[in-house]
């Protein structure tokens, strides 16, 4: 009987610890202690976009920021309602995909009157002034692409020269890839 009324005391302290605990803020007062980044996707149906928001998810994560992936389902309209909630939220952090470049342009002005860095991914937003616009150009990659085959083939056979020139293997790498 002791060890029951002793097992009974334990289980109402631990109760009400975690009842104050959480009444404070508890776990969800913790996160709230972290910084905030939110990640705007156009959609979550192709590779691409699902890879981008993992990698944005666990680039965040692992920089301490509590992470939010919000998917627009390709609507202007719920990226712009998706990014105004979100502004209510107070993030340091909202990371862009735009479905539209120019319908997104007004919120994301309204984030950066808030205090947020604003960053661009994998398009331009050109009507804001973001912080930071991380963008693939495929023609611009190509090129970096040929620029370092011709400089593996420069090290294994001297410099190209004559018929075979530096600029002609650059040209036939762009134009075949």
Excluded: H
Aim: hydrophobic share 45%; proline share 2%; aromatic share 10%.
């Amino acid at each position: 009987m002791k060890r029951v009324f002793t097992l009974f005391v334990a289980l109402t302290l631990f109760c009400s610890v975690a009842a104050i605990g959480l009444s404070k803020g508890g776990k969800k007062a913790a996160e709230e202690a972290k910084p905030l980044l939110y990640y705007f996707a156009t959609d979550m149906v192709n590779g691409f976009n699902i890879g981008s928001a993992k990698y944005a998810e666990k680039f965040g994560l692992e920089r301490g920021y509590a992470v939010k992936v919000m998917d627009a389902k390709n609507s202007p309209d719920e990226q712009i309602n998706q990014v105004g909630i979100a502004i209510t939220m107070n993030p340091q952090v909202i990371m862009i995909k735009a479905v539209e470049s120019q319908t997104i342009a007004e919120s994301l002005r309204k984030a950066k009157e808030a205090g947020i860095i604003v960053i661009g991914y994998d398009n331009t937003i050109e009507a804001v002034n973001l912080d930071m616009t991380s963008v693939l150009g495929t023609v611009k990659v190509g090129r970096i692409a040929a620029e370092e085959c011709v400089k593996m083939l420069e090290e294994k056979y001297g410099k190209l020269e004559g018929k075979y020139s530096r600029s002609w293997v650059i040209w036939v790498i762009c134009i075949l890839y």
